[in-house]
Nanobody, 123 residues
Framework: VQLQASGGGLVQAGGSLRLSCTASKRTFSNNGVGWFRQAPGKEREFVAGINWRGGSTSYADSVKGRFTISRDNAKNMVFLQMNSLKPEDTAVYYC?????????????????WGQGTLVTVSS
């Protein structure tokens, strides 16, 4: 599975962005998918995850209530709606697919990674 994240950009604090993750080569509809982010000088961290059917989601405490993960398996896509963005949300965002149907919060449980998309939130 090859993944590609898109939708990043520059936005003012309080604004919104919607990130998309698409898969090529084969479907990832049977895989859990997670969004991670990496800010300069920091470790890559879990942001949100969704299981294969979309019935179970999880979020990092720092984004709960502001970000929403969803998926459209018919289109082979996963989305991350980001609202009320803060400067501390600035990072490169990556989507990743796990080997199984759930979306763990641990980075090493993900096998397929896409290239990231940069999100910059200005104050």
């Amino acid at each position: 599975v090859q993944l590609q994240a898109s939708g990043g950009g520059l936005v003012q604090a309080g604004g919104s962005l919607r990130l998309s993750c698409t898969a090529s080569k084969r479907t990832f509809s049977n895989n859990g998918v997670g969004w991670f982010r990496q800010a300069p000088g920091k470790e890559r961290e879990f942001v949100a995850g969704i299981n294969w059917r979309g019935g179970s989601t999880s979020y990092a405490d720092s984004v709960k209530g502001r970000f929403t993960i969803s998926r459209d398996n018919a289109k082979n896509m996963v989305f991350l709606q980001m609202n009320s963005l803060k400067p501390e949300d600035t990072a490169v965002y990556y989507c990743a697919a796990s080997r199984g149907s759930i979306a763990p919060m641990v980075r090493n449980d993900y096998y397929y990674w896409g290239q990231g998309t940069l999100v910059t939130v200005s104050s």
